[in-house]
């Protein structure tokens, strides 16, 4: 993806970013795995079903198999939980680095990208209150995205 439409689809979609790093931050907070310790106290006292034959190898096998279950599972979380703080860490850099980028403009510059795309303003409610044209404001607009991506351009070449 080009520089430029990356930073028009990070303005375009800024909220939505900010909503899944939320719901990301909320799965990681989440207690989904607590079942883990009554699935392996099942299979470790679990009672045979049908006739009453049993073996210390039966019930050997069930409590490796437990903690086999343990041992795997726990090895998933971490690369699971591994995974979703790294979603979360790389989308809060990314609009870090975009919010940057808009601070770093001009004023008006700034108004109008703030306006359109983190404000979701109507474009002649920002026409407004800038005294400007609608064509006025198209032109601030592709001027601020064009700033933006050299920024982010200097961003890639300096990682």
């Not at 939505?16 to 931050?25: A, C, D, G, W």
């Not at 049908?50 to 090895?75: C, F, H, M, P, Q």
Request: aromatic share 8%.
């Amino acid at each position: 993806m080009e520089t430029r439409e990356y930073v028009e689809y990070l303005l375009k979609n800024y909220h939505q970013v900010k909503r899944e790093i939320e719901q990301l931050t909320l799965l990681l907070e989440s207690p989904m795995y607590d079942s883990e310790e009554e699935t392996i106290e099942e299979l470790t006292f679990s009672t045979p079903q049908g006739e009453r034959v049993s073996t210390s190898e039966i019930s050997d096998k069930t409590s490796r198999i437990a903690l086999i279950y343990k041992e795997v599972n726990e090895k998933q979380k971490t690369a699971g939980r591994r995974d979703v703080e790294k979603m979360i860490k790389v989308n809060q850099f990314e609009l870090i680095k975009l919010e940057n980028s808009i601070a770093s403009l001009d004023k008006n510059l700034q108004e109008v990208i703030n306006g359109i795309y983190i404000e979701k303003k109507k474009r002649a409610d920002i026409c407004k209150s800038l005294f400007v044209s609608e064509n006025t404001l198209n032109r601030y607009r592709k001027k601020g995205i064009d700033e933006i991506t050299i920024i982010f351009q200097t961003y890639r070449l300096a990682m």
